[in-house]
């Protein structure tokens, strides 16, 4: 960047019927992050203006549609739980609340007969505790299961979680249908020649329902946590642009569940993204290199076709001999940029260290010791210290190192995510619980995870997932996919872990014998 900026005003006024410009030069104060971004507009009639932002058209994670999409399968999951949990509750309140009236008032009985069946003898309360019991287990289960909130909206549907709700709504319906037919036409016991409802059939039957729901939770159990748990299958995760891959491995799930599984591996794994470092920055002797090498040179006299011909050989014979000696200078400059980076390292610590030995945590005296301090500073000159909160303290130490951590952010380009105030608040809580100095220094001196970022720190992350496979089937050996955000991108290279066959082989004991050879040459 330049030490200075230019400011160019244009009068309207005249004099002498001349236009008068005005420019001044303006000293550039030297800001905390140096890095700017040039907004200009495209002269192509093909292309889009970057100060034009109606063609960007960004998502709104709090649109309604989003919400849609977001809470729609859940709260469906929730009302066919609820329903389904409720059930066996509603079989047997129901019939006792006066329900059902058509069971009994058709058929000639007595008060008395009517009290007793729909009464509840030992058995049948103790089925009722069994059916209490079923029910608090099935809604632990409903809980973990079913009710968590889900990790990502996925573009298609989860088919075991689709399948198990299926299952539950199956049996809702048809235990309700064979309990309405039950209740008003069959399930009759005999009592004085007669047939009528038992009640104690009734429970019976709900708690059948609530083991048919307990099954259902446990095959729900097996196809959503238990299945993919077995590794399968070999992934390879390659970021793009700069080439950094983690290999993991992953059990049988979709492509989409798989697509998941990866992010929560990258921003969990993976370094944080500098787009500012794929470029190495130059040093003060390379600057001064490059602006000298980026003079052209013209001949103004005129030359014989000879000579011109000489010169473009020479030329050639100049671009040539740079291309092949690229890869050196590169060796250089990256060898060049680890020393800068060591070195501005090392300065920063030895700043850091000697800054946190400025401070020192206050000891609250006893009654006796503050009584004989107190005593003591009467005739002594030395004023007594003030008490600092974190806060403060911070304020006051952050100056000392603030110049070594601001060339070190400088050369490792990481200055546009780490504000003074987020430095602050950072170093106020390193004092807050009393950490070290290379403490301090952690979020600045490594940089991953990928949620380390504060950036990367957000509700919901948007990324387009890139396959020619249907995202709701299962993976394959050799099948690939991409997950791309803005300038990101990862490609994921699936491949099947290979079977092993394992012999096993017998030594004989007896093989287990040396025999020593001695040579004149030898030093044993």
């Known amino acids: 960047m330049a030490p200075f900026q230019t400011s160019v005003n244009l009068g309207d006024d005249s004099r002498d019927g001349q236009e008068i410009i005005e420019v001044s030069i303006l000293p550039q104060d030297e800001t905390w992050g140096d890095n700017t971004t040039a907004i200009t507009g495209n002269t192509s009639e093909q292309s889009i203006s970057m100060e034009d932002v109606s063609y960007f058209q960004m998502s709104d994670d709090r649109g309604v549609g989003f919400a849609c999409q977001r809470y729609l399968e859940r709260g469906l999951a929730v009302l066919l739980c609820a329903v389904a949990f409720v059930s066996p509750l509603a079989m047997v309140v129901l019939p006792r609340l006066g329900f059902f009236p058509s069971a009994f008032d058709s058929l000639d009985l007595t008060q008395n007969e009517r009290l007793r069946l729909v009464a509840c003898n030992a058995e049948c309360k103790g089925m009722l505790v069994s059916l209490a019991a079923r029910l608090l287990l099935l809604a632990i289960g409903l809980w973990a299961l079913f009710l968590r909130q889900p990790l990502a909206i996925m573009p298609r549907i989860f088919l075991f979680r689709s399948c198990a709700l299926l299952l539950v709504l199956i049996s809702s319906f048809a235990y309700w249908l064979f309990y309405i037919v039950q209740v008003t036409e069959g399930a009759r016991a005999i009592v004085s020649g007669s047939s009528v409802v038992d009640y104690k059939t009734l429970v019976g039957y709900a708690t059948s329902y609530c083991d048919t729901l307990l099954f259902v939770h446990y095959v729900a159990v097996v196809l959503l946590e238990i299945r993919h748990l077995q590794p399968l299958y070999h992934v390879k995760v390659i970021r793009s642009p700069d080439g950094e891959s983690h290999s993991y491995s992953i059990g049988q799930l979709s492509i989409q569940r798989a697509a998941v599984w990866v992010l929560q591996r990258y921003y969990t794994e993976f370094s944080i993204y500098n787009p500012y470092l794929e470029r190495l920055p130059m040093s003060k002797a390379q600057r001064k290199a490059a602006a000298v090498s980026s003079f052209k040179y013209y001949d103004v006299d005129g030359a014989t076709p000879a000579q011109q011909q000489s010169q473009s050989r020479a030329v050639l014979a100049a671009h040539a001999r740079r291309r092949d000696s690229s890869h050196n200078e590169r060796f250089y400059e990256e060898h060049e940029y680890e ?172 093989s287990n014998k040396f025999v020593l050879k001695l040579n004149s040459e030898t030093s044993v």
Request: aromatic letters at 4%.
């Open 339 to 510: 020393r800068r980076v060591k070195k501005r390292r090392a300065r920063l610590v030895t700043a850091a260290e000697e800054a946190f030995t400025h401070i020192k945590r206050m000891q609250q005296p006893s009654a006796p010791q503050q009584q004989h301090d107190q005593q003591g500073d009467v005739g002594s000159t030395v004023p007594p210290a003030i008490p600092l909160d974190p806060q403060e303290a911070a304020q006051a130490i952050f100056p000392s190192m603030a110049r070594a951590l601001q060339k070190y952010l400088r050369v490792t380009r990481q200055q546009p995510r780490h504000t003074v105030e987020s430095i602050l608040k950072h170093l106020a809580h390193c004092l807050k619980h009393d950490m070290s100095p290379r403490a301090f220094l952690e979020p600045y001196l490594v940089e991953a995870p990928v949620l380390q970022n504060d950036k990367e720190r957000r509700t919901n992350h948007n990324w387009s997932l890139i396959c020619d496979e249907l995202l709701s089937r299962p993976l394959s050996d050799g099948c690939t996919f991409q997950l791309i955000q803005n300038d990101v991108s990862l490609t994921v290279s699936i491949h099947r872990i290979p079977h092993f066959t394992v012999s096993e082989e017998v030594v004989d004991p007896k």
